[in-house]
Nanobody, 116 residues
Framework: QVQLVESGGGLVQPGGSLKLSCATS????????MTWYRQAPGKERELVAA????????NYADSVKGRFTISRDNAKNTMYLQMNSLKSEDTAVYYC?????????WGQGTQVTVSS
C-alpha cells in the first residue's frame, strides 16, 4: 500500500536547524511532484516548498526562502527539507504530499517546535 512517512521533527531553539525526511513506498516516486506543507494551530495548511518529479525545479513560500531547501533522492524514494535559521513562526506540523496528474497522497505529519 501507499505510504509516506515523515521524520526528523522535534524541538529546536530559534536559529537552529532540522532536516525532515519523507520516506515513501507503494507508488512510483519518480513520477510524482512532491511538496512540503505545514499547519500551525488555528491556521490553514500552507505550502512550504515543492519540487518537480525529476528535481529540476523548486518553489518556496516567501516566508522560508533562503532558509529552507527542498530536495529529493529518486533512488531512495525519499524527499527532504533542510530547515535553517528556524523561527518560532515555523512551529507547525509538517506534511509531505505526493501529486501526479490524477492521484495525490499525504503523510501523517511530523511536529516541528521552535522555542527557547
Amino acid at each position: 500500500q501507499v505510504q509516506l512517512v515523515e521524520s526528523g521533527g522535534g524541538l529546536v531553539q530559534p536559529g537552529g536547524s532540522l532536516k525532515l525526511s519523507c520516506a515513501t513506498s507503494g507508488f512510483t516516486f519518480s513520477r510524482y511532484a512532491m511538496t512540503w506543507y505545514r499547519q500551525a494551530p488555528g491556521k490553514e495548511r500552507e505550502l512550504v516548498a515543492a519540487i518537480t518529479s525529476v528535481g529540476d525545479s523548486t518553489n518556496y513560500a516567501d516566508s522560508v526562502k533562503g532558509r529552507f531547501t527542498i530536495s529529493r533522492d529518486n533512488a531512495k524514494n525519499t524527499m527532504y527539507l533542510q530547515m535553517n535559521s528556524l523561527k518560532s513562526e515555523d512551529t507547525a506540523v509538517y506534511y509531505c504530499n505526493a501529486q501526479s496528474r490524477y492521484l495525490g497522497y499525504w503523510g501523517q505529519g511530523t511536529q516541528v517546535t521552535v522555542s527557547s
